[in-house]
């Protein structure tokens, strides 16, 4: 696809929401676009967090695997959202398991590219933290209310 | 949305505090402890009809009395519909009564849920784990009203994929036109492909228009409170917002005070209110 229209699409994300031009195509310069099968992984836990995905279309399953439970799904994400915050800080490894639901279509953003342009532009940083800064909070919010358990027996 | 539907226009028991016997015409069992009773409601002991919101008082002689919520459909009120989940004494009794068993029955008590509000409104139901029993009669009546309606949303969180409740009526509400049904568990193992996590993230992914939305909202305490935050971020005002509250209801007429919040008593001011009557006390560790 040709940059400009990726360009368009990234700046299109809802995650990117009102970006300003020149930080739209400095990031487009780490995207690509992916496409993902039902049932294929998007990454595993322990590797390397070198990529985050601006999920377009589909659903991703986030989850741990047990021993003697299986695979556990503690959170789906859909159409709008992000995949992975790991990129984000040492050691860069993802801590688990990200599995596409159904077919899946997403911006991949190359981490290694991300941070060294947000290293040598902190405004472009800055930018790009106050769009995850949310996310993860609102993650840590609800992981809260998971941990709760508010539907269980209490007594 | 039956304007009539009011309790008075149904016609109150004479006296709220002298029980009557209905028996159990049906159990059917929901999720790991929770069953729903169906009583009867004709006859000779032939009660009032019900709003959509309200509990009635449900005792065994001997053991005790707690307050339910009718989990039925409010235009057939000749079937009590109760949805129990058995955790006390009283609750793991009713939910063992066999057909044919009768209980002591006193209701309906407390206020319904705002239905004649709902005309013209986008209706966004947001229910967590038995909080969706309260709110099923509800949206029986915004079914029947579709056509006067905007979008009608429900969303729904419960713990597992095994403790979802009316799991087929959601799962045909999902597949029909009337609603937009989104369910989703807190954990879920490999076969389940639905949403995982927290309900309240469905309310952002709903794509509400404030202008016009109008949020009903029951489950436990903690989980209402995430609600009204996601629904305030979504842009709807305390107006626009509605609880089903829950405290410890034993007279069922506001006499006894056990339920009371604030200024409020629950049973009598509640169990339905809306988001500015509670002043800023949900969520207050003293209340």
């Not at chain 1, 099968?37 to 601006?54: R, S, T, W």
């Not at chain 1, 040598?120 to 940083?125: C, P, S, V, W």
Request: glycine share 12%; proline share 5%.
């Amino acid at each position: 696809m040709e940059i400009e229209g990726l360009e368009r699409i990234v700046r299109e994300h809802p995650f990117f929401a009102g970006l300003e031009e020149g930080a739209g195509r400095l990031l487009v310069g780490c995207a690509r676009n992916a496409r993902f099968e039902a049932g294929q992984y998007l990454f595993h836990e322990g590797d390397a967090a070198d990529e985050l995905y601006l999920l377009r279309q589909g659903r991703v399953g986030l989850g741990i695997t047990a021993p003697g439970r299986g695979a556990l799904t503690f959170q789906t994400l859909g159409s709008g959202e992000v995949v992975g915050l790991s990129w984000l800080l040492p050691p860069y490894r993802w801590s688990y398991d990200a599995k596409a639901l159904e077919l899946t279509r997403a911006i991949s953003l190359d981490a290694k590219c991300l941070r060294q342009k947000c290293d040598a532009d902190h405004d472009l940083g800055y930018e790009l933290m106050k769009r995850f800064m949310p996310v993860l909070v609102a993650r840590l919010h609800a992981t809260r209310l998971q941990m709760l358990d508010v539907y269980g027996t209490h007594g | 949305m039956d304007e009539t539907a009011s309790p008075v226009a149904l016609g109150a028991a004479a006296d709220p505090m002298l029980p009557r016997l209905a028996r159990v015409q049906r159990r059917r069992r929901e999720a790991p402890q929770v069953w729903t009773l169906e009583l009867e409601n004709g006859g000779e002991q032939r009660g009032p009809g019900f709003e959509a919101g309200q509990f009635n008082m449900l005792g065994i002689p001997g053991i005790g009395e707690v307050p339910i919520s009718l989990s039925g459909d409010p235009a057939d009120p000749a079937r009590l519909l109760h949805t129990i989940r058995a955790v006390g004494p009283v609750s793991t009794a009713l939910t063992r009564l066999a057909c044919g068993e009768r209980v002591a029955l006193r209701g309906p008590f407390g206020t319904g849920w705002p239905l004649l509000e709902a005309a013209g409104k986008d209706v966004i139901a947001v229910a967590g784990g038995l909080g969706l029993a309260p709110l099923r009669p509800a949206l029986h009546a915004l079914r029947a009203a579709r056509a006067r309606l905007g979008r009608v949303i429900v969303l729904y969180g419960a713990r597992s994929p095994q403790e979802i409740l009316f799991r087929r009526e959601l799962e045909s509400w999902q597949r029909g036109v009337d609603f937009e049904v989104e369910i989703t568990v807190d954990h879920a193992l490999g076969d389940w492909h639905g949403h995982v996590g927290v309900v309240t993230r469905l309310i952002e992914r709903a794509k509400l228009d404030p202008a016009r939305a109008l949020a009903l909202t029951c489950g436990p305490e903690v989980m209402m409170r995430f609600a009204i935050a996601a629904l305030r971020h979504a842009g709807l005002g305390e107006e626009q917002i509605f609880l089903s509250m829950e405290r410890n209801m034993q007279c069922a007429v506001g006499l006894c005070g056990h339920c009371q919040f604030g200024p409020l008593l629950l049973c009598r001011d509640g169990p339905v209110l809306r988001l500015d009557r509670l002043g800023g006390l949900i969520g207050r560790k003293e209340i």
